[in-house]
Structures are given as C-alpha cells and as structure tokens.
C-alpha cells in the first residue's frame, strides 16, 4: 500500500477518491463541522458498504475524531457495523491513545460480530506532544499498522507561519518530526507514512518528494486530492530495491446479519 487518500464524508469527493486509483481511502469524520457530524457518520457507513461491494474495493479507512475531543465513541458507533479496515487516529499522543482507541474498538467488534482485533490503527503524530511521545508506539497494540505525521496540523499546533524553508525542504521541527516518524515506525516495526503534499497543483513537486520518501525509508504517502494517488503509486514503483515496510491490511467482511 502506497497512497491513503483523505477526502470528506461527502457523496461527490468520496466518489473521486473511488476513482483516483488510491490504494487507501480514509473518510475523514473530523474534516465535519459540528452541525454536520451525524450526516457525516451516516454517509461513511453508506460508503463503506457500497465500495466494499465493488470489486478491486480500495481499503478502507475512516478518520475519527481525536480520543480526547468527547466525539469518537459516536464516530466508532456508526460506522464499525460496516467493518472499515482500519481506523487513522488524529492528535494521538502516543501508546496510551492507542490503546484507548484499542479498547473501543474491541468492544465494538463484538458488538457488530467483526472478528476480534481485525480493525488494524494508524495513528497519526501532529502535534508537539505526539511527536515526542512517539517513541512509545512500540509494543503498544497489535492492531497499530502505521504511523504517519501531519505538517499541517503541526504548524497550527506550534504557531509557525511556514514550515518549509526558503528551498522548499521542510524547515527544523517538520524535519525532525518526519525523521522521528521514520524512527518510530521503525522500532515498532510497522509502515512509516509520510505527510500530505500540500501543493496540488505542483506534480513535479509531489513527485520528487514521494521518491525521497521512498529513497528514506517511508512506505506510503497521505494525499489530499484524487490526481495524487497515481503520482505517489508511480512513485514508489519507480523506485529499485528491496523497498521499506509495506502497510497491508486483513479485509475481513462483517458476520453481522
């Protein structure tokens, strides 16, 4: 798996995401307004169910809500009734988030006879307490698969006004945050993902960062808009060698009547 697109719980991007040749994608409950939550739910469970009946389906993941923002338990309850791959957790802070979001989801497995631990946590490093904490993802659950890091929620957390330099490279506490991303994923022996390319319109740019993402160590790369996924997928693919850790998914299908 090398891209894991994000697009919103809405009927017309998710069907762009479908088409975008990802090989992920990941319905962003936490991009909904307040007001706009439970439609939200109810149109990601609609979709889990409707790709997961296409053939050649894409995984399937759905961001929550952070486990701290009193919103995730209602995220959870409607959509692990249509078995999602896997869940990407915003603003984790580290093992502890993860096994809280670990527990939830046992509980909800067996509610919606969804075999025991089969929904796989990516857990997302973006903000300054998750990137120093990252170090203690190792052994933390079994269900973690990826970690991935966020520049964008990063530099909001921070207050910097940029986070690349003048030279387009990511500045100090965005490079070191994707170097201790790579590390991390590492030690805890799971896919390291690396950030979004911001820049849509700039393939060439998406392009050369993709392959020293590749060249570094990182196995799959977020995107924000349904024309990236083909340049990362070609990315990766172009580039020779034995590759980094590769994040997969088991696609189980729910026994729930």
Known sequence: MRSLLIAPADEKRLAEALASGADAIIVDLALAAPENRA??????ARFLKQARARDGAPALVIGV???????????????????????????????????????KLAVREADFAVPDGATRIIAVADTAR???????????????????????????DIGAEVDRDPSGAYAGAFRLARELTLLAAAAASVAAIDAAFAAV????????????????????????????????????????????????FRRVENTNP
């Not at 439609?39 to 990601?44: E, G, N, Q, T």
């Not at 309850?77 to 527990?103: E, F, K, R, T």
């Open 130 to 156: 998750g990137v120093l904490n990252m170090a203690s993802y190792r052994g933390s659950s079994t269900r973690l698969a990826g970690l991935a890091w966020s520049a964008a929620s990063l530099r909001a």
């Open 39 to 44: 439609p939200a739910r109810a149109a990601a």
């Open 201 to 248: 319109a700039d393939k060439g740019g998406l392009r050369a960062e993709t392959l020293a993402a590749r060249r570094d160590g990182f196995s799959a790369k977020l995107a924000i808009d349904p024309a990236q996924p083909r340049i990362i997928n070609e990315a990766f693919a172009a580039t020779p060698g034995s590759g980094p850790r590769m994040i997969g």
């Open 65 to 103: 809500n952070a486990v701290d923002s009193g919103e995730t338990d209602a995220d959870l309850d409607a959509v692990m009734g249509s078995a999602p791959d896997a869940i990407l957790l915003p603003g984790s802070l580290g093992a502890a988030s993860v096994q809280q979001l670990s527990a």
